[in-house]
């Protein structure tokens, strides 16, 4: 029998399979009509063009009956098995599926699905006996509808999409059983606001890569939203499925354009601070500021989504230091992390009455309390949860650095209902590492002793806490999704409640998308990318915080090692690839291979520059230094022919008044070219990407 991704709760084989069949007829036998079963039917089999649905029987058909009656399974979570659970039946001549509520009937077709094995001239299936239903209810993923737009980058792929290429995705989500969509927006805005028009993500001007003539041009950008909306169209039909949308927005960070245009209505820094990013906060003594803010909320509801999720940045350095805040929220506060906590905490409860006017429908959450002490006093819990209104959900509860006590502390406090995500963000970390893959421990450069420790390994390990416990929800982050399914395959998994170990997972859920064909080939490729990030070089001044180790001459026989792996690597991707194209519903996943395939290509690249630079820190003559920094700077220029010829997002943006660019090659550049020609000497850094400087405290 097919692995079937989520596990199901309860699977009974009896040996048999079904008869062949090129077509489906679905037979209604429900009591109550309450929604049209053939218009899920027809989105749900979006990648089986070649099955007709019929709804009476014709030759070469096999007939699915449909229920509404399904009884509570012995052990089931009530609730959850009426809200999403189902029962099917694969018999030699049909098939009987029932449910209780409408996501039931969605879920059972996902399911249902990959029970479907390609025979010569069609389809059969294992006999068995399925009962389902979920651990967890909301199983989120946060995707990047414009993640630091236009502060830090425009490009992470999703942000690129239109309608088809988002619907495809919800597809694929909705078919591992993802019932949530967070839509990050940060930076300028990606939709239509008719009040501040001018901090929208419209007319922003770029220089891209004209790989037909060689040169950089410049072009005006538009958010593919803006270009031709859809976002009301991609809620409506995730809704059909039983996605729920949720706006993931900063509570006082990188909201629209507004804080980069008006630099003079942002927060002031402290005369003499050492922080280079002040996370482009507003001050919230400025009237106009917090009726932007508010305007900015009411239409972020009107969108249609069914939530809003605030962040609050990293709180304990963060202080408007300006006269009327000192006024406001300083004076009677003990410490600058109470005063700006005063100053959200009034935010919020600003905000959420918009939001309640507006919609008291609309669901919200809150991502706060991050900063230290990690393992927080009996005492301060209490403020917190006194400080925020009963109907606010947690959109983060600790899961790094600190014992799984402490968020079993934070369930107890605020109660498991209101729990909703944890600190799994290995997909988003990876995402800032300028298009390299980096998604185990055993990718990067000696990341046990790293001081970040987002892996894909630390959210399956929070995401098995989380469903143990019970909690209402898990968050996954999607910052990107080329080349990072199987971190999608991951908060799919164990979000629906299954515990295997990391290693025993990647091998099902591989096999279960992929087939036993392509697995071994696939894992490989997963397991055995090595990457290096350009700025582990020890000449790169800036610091990177999700790879802070500096390549040395201890890592030579690993560098040494991955050369001599990687033609193997890269004969692996091309098999696969070939394997991909000639299959009908694989084919989805070429991008995520061709992503895999230039980052490989780059890592190759990379593998000399670091050993360059190893040999230069061991120089012992200013000939070899120059000789060494002349290999780095080509090779420097190696690695940018191919990521400006395969990237649409690779220069720096500084219209905050701070360079940014999550490609480290123009840093490095920089670098190197104050060193081997001192009088072309550049002193403004080019920092890794405004995302990467808010985790320095770290």
């Not at 449910?99 to 879920?107: L, R």
């Not at 020890?538 to 030579?556: G, H, M, Q, S, Y």
Request: aromatic residues 14%.
């Amino acid at each position: 029998m097919k692995k079937i991704i989520p596990i199901p709760k309860e699977i009974k084989e009896t040996g048999n399979k079904t008869g062949e069949f090129s077509k489906l007829c679905f037979e209604d036998l429900r009591a109550r009509k309450t929604f049209d079963i053939f218009e899920i039917i027809d989105i749900k089999m979006w990648n089986y063009p070649d099955i007709a649905v019929l709804k009476t029987e014709e030759p070469e058909s096999y007939t699915v009956r449909i229920r509404d009656n399904a009884e509570l399974p012995e052990g089931a979570v009530s609730g959850l098995f009426e809200k999403q659970g189902y029962c099917i039946k694969i018999g030699d001549n049909g098939a009987d599926i029932s449910f209780i509520k409408k996501d039931g009937f969605t879920n059972a077709l996902s399911t249902l699905k990959q029970l479907f094995e390609k025979t010569k001239s069609g389809y059969q299936m294992a006999c068995c006996e399925i009962t389902d239903w979920p651990t967890v209810e909301q199983r989120a993923v946060s995707n990047t509808f414009a993640w630091y737009a236009g502060y830090g980058r425009l490009g992470f792929d999703m942000q690129l999409w239109g309608y088809d290429e988002w619907i495809e995705y919800l597809n694929i989500c909705s078919d591992l059983k993802i019932n949530q969509f967070n839509m990050c927006m940060y930076g300028y805005w990606p939709f239509e606001f008719d009040a501040y028009p001018e901090t929208i993500l419209k007319n922003y001007k770029m220089k891209v890569w004209n790989k037909e003539s060689n040169n950089w041009v410049t072009i005006e950008y538009m958010h593919p939203n803006l270009d031709k909306e859809f976002l009301g169209k991609l809620i409506e039909y995730g809704h059909k499925l039983g996605v729920s949308f949720f706006a993931y927005v900063g509570l006082n960070s990188y909201n629209g354009g507004y804080p980069s245009i008006n630099k003079d209505k942002r927060m002031l820094l402290p005369e003499g601070s050492k922080y280079i990013n002040d996370f482009d906060c507003l001050c919230l003594s400025d009237e106009d500021n917090i009726a932007y803010l508010k305007a900015s909320f009411r239409r972020i509801v009107q969108l249609g989504f069914d939530g809003i999720d605030f962040e609050e940045s990293e709180e304990a350095f963060w202080y408007c230091d300006c006269d009327r805040c000192k006024e406001n929220f300083l004076k009677d506060a003990d410490s600058l992390e109470e005063a700006k906590h005063k100053a959200n905490n009034q935010l919020l409860m600003a905000l959420y009455d918009v939001i309640r006017d507006e919609n008291p429908d609309c669901q919200i959450g809150l991502r706060a309390w991050r900063q230290p002490p990690l393992e927080k006093p009996a005492d301060l819990m209490q403020e917190m949860v006194a400080s925020v209104p009963d109907d606010i959900l947690l959109f983060w509860a600790p899961g790094l650095y600190v014992p799984d006590s402490e968020f079993e502390k934070w369930a107890e406090a605020f109660g498991k209902d209101r729990i909703w995500a944890r600190d799994t963000e290995s997909n988003a970390v990876s995402s800032c590492f300028g298009r390299l893959i980096r998604i185990c421990r055993r990718n990067g450069l000696r990341c046990d002793e790293e001081s970040n420790d987002q892996f894909l390994e630390e959210d399956i390990r929070q995401h098995i806490g989380s469903a143990k416990l019970g909690v209402k929800g898990i968050n996954g982050y999607m910052f990107e999704w080329y080349g990072f399914f199987i971190h999608l395959f991951a908060h799919a998994f164990y979000g629906w409640g299954a515990y295997l170990e990391p290693d025993a997972f990647y091998d099902y859920a591989i096999a279960a998308v992929f087939g036993e064909d392509l697995k071994d080939d696939i894992l490989y490729v997963l397991m055995n990318m090595f990457t290096i990030h350009e700025s582990q070089m020890k000449i790169f001044p800036t610091e990177f915080p999700f790879a802070r180790n500096k390549v040395e001459a201890r890592d030579l026989d690993r560098i040494n090692q991955a050369i001599e792996d990687w033609p193997e690597l890269m004969d692996k991707l091309s098999t696969i690839m070939t394997a991909l194209e000639a299959d009908d519903k694989l084919k989805v996943y070429m991008p995520h291979f061709e992503k895999l395939m230039v980052a490989s290509a780059r890592n190759r690249v990379i593998y000399d520059l670091a050993k360059a630079s190893i040999a230069y820190d061991n120089a012992s003559t200013e000939k070899e230094k120059k000789e060494y920094l002349l290999q780095m700077y080509e090779l420097n220029e190696k690695n940018f022919d191919i990521v400006k010829n395969n990237y649409f997002d690779v220069n720096p943006v500084s219209e905050t008044g701070t360079k940014s660019c999550m490609i480290p090659y123009h840093e490095l550049k920089r670098v190197l070219t104050n060193e081997l020609y001192p009088d072309q000497y550049d002193d403004e850094p080019i920092y890794l990407g405004v995302e990467a400087l808010g985790w320095l405290w770290l």
